[in-house]
């Protein structure tokens, strides 16, 4: 069975993995004309890892990534108000990753062109339209540098094309656009002596626009060198028509000063953290209404063209990364592809969407905004009934995790398309 993939993010190539894995033919057709490591930093939570671990990149990860041991959230002024483990040290399988996005994402390229051939990424393809019939999808493409168009046919096409879904906006067109609150994420990675215990995530502050985050990305080099710092300032700019998508304007270092001066965290020099990231962009914080169907016929969504959701308890990526392997696994278990479709958004759909609306409730950073609202530590066992309700919601707790079967499809699936 031949699947096209819309979009060559970390859920596209994840996508091609997943099916590859399951015996398909994807092909992953990227609008940029090639694929580079940029970006910032990214969380990858236990219950993706071990999905990534049973496509066999345990130990390209382990290389790639650091496994945070602690979540921290704490007051403006660095008072913790309440703590927890995470990954091995939570008692999962598997642990949890900080990384920075672009290796990520070429780790997996890789991994995709030494499975599935150089040919099987196509860049610099602008996705066009689609058209269904009895028996595959014809994708339409114009050819970023020829500006030629370009076709091609499968059984089934994938969106995994991002927040601003081409695909999905054929799906829905009179959709209306991105939904955003108001709050923009500076963000930016630099050059830092570790801080705290060198394996903490840390979040400060309280409701959205009054929030920082800070966790390591990377080592550092030598014994007393400095290791490489993801971190995000929220700043609420009020809301107003939602911003582009991507990558806004780039935040001078003296906007940055000013912004945090009024933060006072005592393990984390913020005026040097700010001279010393490569550059500091602004990003608009969106997410999008809960969708009613994803699956079309032989068409179907997955990761931010499905579900794009604000940043609350690092869900988005790994979400994703499930969104790959119910989908492989439905295709393999069923001979009609549409009805494949139908099953992966019945089993998917739900569970995502409903981790949408939680992350529009703060997530399990309600913890952090009501210490903030409290002027305290929450009363005893609060914290801990919130950040379990999030992970039983997004089917991440430690026993599902841990023992749930697997996705990963026994024998390769039979070309049932031909």
């Known amino acids: ?70 979540l921290s959230y704490q007051s403006r002024a660095g008072e913790a108000v309440w703590e927890e483990p995470l990954g091995l040290a939570a008692g999962y399988h598997w642990p949890q990753y900080s990384v920075h996005r672009g290796r990520l994402q070429m780790l997996l390229l890789a991994a995709v062109r030494e499975r599935l051939g150089l ?22 493409f114009m050819g970023r540098s020829s500006r030629l168009p370009v076709v091609v046919d499968a059984d089934v096409m994938v969106g995994a094309d991002g927040i601003g879904s ?33 394996r903490s995530i840390v ?51 003296a906007e940055a000063h000013t912004a945090l001066s009024s933060w006072s965290l005592p393990w984390i020099d913020l005026a040097a953290l700010a ?11 969106l997410d999008r209404d809960p969708l009613p169907r994803w699956s079309f016929g032989r068409v179907t969504l997955l990761g931010d063209a499905a579900h794009p959701m604000y940043p609350m308890g690092m869900n988005g990526g790994s979400q994703s990364v499930v969104d790959t392997r119910v989908l492989a696994w439905c295709l393999a278990r069923e001979n009609d592809p549409a009805a494949a479709l139908r099953r992966y958004d019945r089993m998917r759909r739900p569970v995502v969407n409903a981790v949408v609306l939680a992350n ?43 023992t749930h079967s697997s996705w990963a499809v026994p024998r390769p699936a039979t070309d049932r398309a031909r």
């Not at 656009?177 to 002596?193: F, L, T, Y």
């Open 360 to 402: 529009r409730a703060l997530g399990p950073e309600e913890i952090i905004a009501r210490a903030a609202d409290d002027g305290g530590i929450l009363p005893a066992g609060q914290a801990e009934k919130i950040a379990e309700g999030y992970r039983e919601l997004t089917e991440a707790g430690v026993a599902h995790v841990n």
């Open 166 to 198: 081409a695909v999905r906006a054929q799906l829905y067109p009179g959709e209306s656009g991105p939904r955003w609150n108001g709050v923009h994420m500076w963000r930016g990675v630099a050059h830092h002596p570790h801080v705290l215990d060198g």
């Open 119 to 140: 040919d099987a990424v196509r860049t610099g393809l602008l996705f066009q339209r689609f058209e269904q019939t009895a028996d595959g999808v014809r994708a339409h």
């Open 203 to 253: 979040v400060a502050g309280g409701t959205p626009g009054a929030k920082f985050v800070a966790y390591p990305i990377e080592d550092p080099a030598t014994v007393d060198g400095e290791a490489l710092l993801n971190w995000v300032l929220e700043v609420r700019h009020g809301p107003s028509a939602p911003p582009p998508g991507g990558a806004g304007r780039r935040v001078t270092v």
């Open 1 to 70: 069975m031949k699947v096209t993939v819309v979009g060559g993010g970390i859920a596209g190539l994840t996508c091609a993995l997943s099916l590859h894995a399951a015996g398909f033919q994807p092909q992953v057709c990227e609008a940029s004309r090639s694929i580079e490591a940029v970006g910032v930093g990214i969380n990858l939570l236990p219950h993706a890892v071990r999905e990534l671990s049973e496509l066999g990149l345990a130990g390209e990860l382990a290389s790639v990534a650091l496994p945070p041991q602690r």
């Open 275 to 285: 001279e010393r990231s490569s550059a500091i962009y602004e990003y608009p914080m």
